[in-house]
Nanobody, 124 residues
Framework: EVKLVESGGGLVPAGGSLRLSCVTSGFSFRDKAIAWFRQAPGKEREGVLCISHSDYSPVYLDSVKGRFDISRDNMTSTVYLQMNSLKPEDTAVYYC?????????????????WGQGTQVTVSL
């Protein structure tokens, strides 16, 4: 059974940092792309960052460039999202997702497996 479990969300003041974790199991982690998406209330789910099997990591949101970073640990089957200089507009539920492909895609419909999400709230 494929599982993805996010953690690390919380309430943080603007300018602060958080590191989200996505612990996975049930599939060949090192062969798959893993992406982070987010969804704010009343908005569509949007791609944030992705990391491919070869560590290629496209950024899908211009607003997070230079502030967010993604990494993977193939030994623990975990993907991390490091978020720095957080802004109130980063407030959302953050999800990690994977697909049968080793390559990244920006659209959520490509991803078959999702975690339950972790809430990130950035206060003024």
């Amino acid at each position: 059974e494929v599982k993805l479990v996010e953690s690390g969300g919380g309430l943080v003041p603007a300018g602060g940092s958080l590191r989200l974790s996505c612990v996975t199991s049930g599939f060949s982690f090192r062969d798959k792309a893993i992406a982070w998406f987010r969804q704010a209330p009343g908005k569509e789910r949007e791609g944030v960052l992705c990391i491919s099997h070869s560590d290629y990591s496209p950024v899908y949101l211009d607003s997070v460039k230079g502030r967010f970073d993604i990494s993977r640990d193939n030994m623990t089957s975990t993907v991390y999202l490091q978020m720095n200089s957080l802004k109130p507009e980063d407030t959302a539920v953050y999800y990690c997702a994977t697909t049968v492909s080793p390559w990244c895609h920006s659209h959520p419909s490509i991803y078959e497996y999702w975690g339950q999400g972790t809430q990130v709230t950035v206060s003024l």
